[in-house]
Each structure stands twice: as C-alpha cells, then as structure tokens.
C-alpha cells in the first residue's frame, strides 16, 4: 500500500494540455452560439439531457462540455435538472420500452417554444440496439424531432455546431411554421 501511494505523489498527471485561451474554434463557436441565443431568447440557453436508453458514451461527450477545457457555461448554455426550466431536450438513446412514458412526459412538461435534439447514433436511428426486442425506436418515433446529430460519440464541438445550427433554424422561421424532423449535422472529424 505504501508503494502505491508513494508511486502516485511522484507520478505525471495522466490527462491532456488544455488547449490555449482563444485558440481554435471552441471560442468562436461559443461566442456565436452565445450571440444567438441571446438574440432569440434575450438570455442564456438552457438545456436538459435525457438519457431514453443509450450506452452512455454520448453522456460523457455532453458531460465534457462542462469539463475545465470546454466550459460552455462561461458562454451561456446552462444544463439545468428540470424540464420545466428547458429550451432544448437532447436526448440520447435508442428509446426503451421503459422511457417511452418518461421521455413523453418530460417533453410535454417542457414549455413552449422547445426543440429536441436526438444525439449520437443510437438517438438518430438506433445504431447498435436496432431490432432489440428492449427498444422502441429512435427519438423521432416517440417525440418530434428538430435536429438530429449523429456520431458515436458525437465530439463536443459537433454538439455546439448542432446548436448553433438550432439556433439558426429557429431564427429563420417563425415558431408556428417550423418544421419537425428535418435537420442533421455532420460532425467534423
């Protein structure tokens, strides 16, 4: 026990530089998304997750937008616990037999104007899980869908795209107008 413990107060952290401050696209990709948000709603963004099923690899994708190197708050997208406090559902998963009710009750408690974005693969067209006899479908079969963002995972900076690609969609038409289910972001690799 000793040994261990000596070894990990001499040993190198095991985690990646961050990147410097302004570089690449992450700022400017925030700062537009911010702009955005702002413009439409005249305040931050706020998004609820929802996991309806899925292997939790698009979770840790969203998780690391709150992580010290994204840090997506200082742009004004909050994750908050409550439907009732959301803009936006992004739901990951193929949905299963036992979110079905959940998924559809935590859409109808989110106010009006809301989009949804499915997310990852699985979210999209139920990747993997296709043909489980657990799975109902991807989200667009249980709930309308506004965006989708395949990967899998998809990369932070996909999912900041894909809300700055909302954000576009819901400014170009008005509310009563827009259509469900059209649009898709390819992420960068």
């Keep these: 026990m000793r040994t261990l413990l000596f070894r990990s107060l001499f ?4 985690t990646l530089d961050a990147p410097p401050p302004g570089a690449g696209a992450l700022e400017e990709l925030g700062r537009t998304l911010a702009a955005r948000a702002r413009h439409l709603f005249g305040r931050s963004l706020a998004i609820r997750q929802v996991d309806a099923g899925s292997c939790n690899g698009c979770e840790l994708e969203i998780h690391a937008l ?15 616990a ?12 193929p949905v299963t037999r036992n979110m079905r009710i959940a998924l559809e009750r935590t859409y109808a408690a989110t106010p009006d104007p809301k989009w949804v974005i499915a997310v990852g693969d699985c979210g999209c067209g139920c990747g993997v899980f296709e043909g489980s006899y657990a799975v109902i479908g991807a989200v667009d079969k249980v709930i309308p869908v506004d965006l989708h963002i395949p990967g899998c995972p998809p990369r932070p900076i996909a999912l900041l795209e ?10 170009s038409k008005p509310p009563s107008s827009r259509p469900r289910g059209t649009g898709t972001i390819v992420p960068r690799h």
């Design 66 to 80: 709150n992580n010290p190197i994204y840090d997506v708050e200082r742009f004004g997208i909050r994750f908050v």
């Design 162 to 171: 894909g809300l700055i690609a909302l954000m576009e969609k819901v400014a």
């Design 11 to 14: 040993a190198q952290p095991a």
């Design 82 to 93: 409550s439907p009732r406090h959301a803009d936006v559902l992004l739901v990951t998963g």
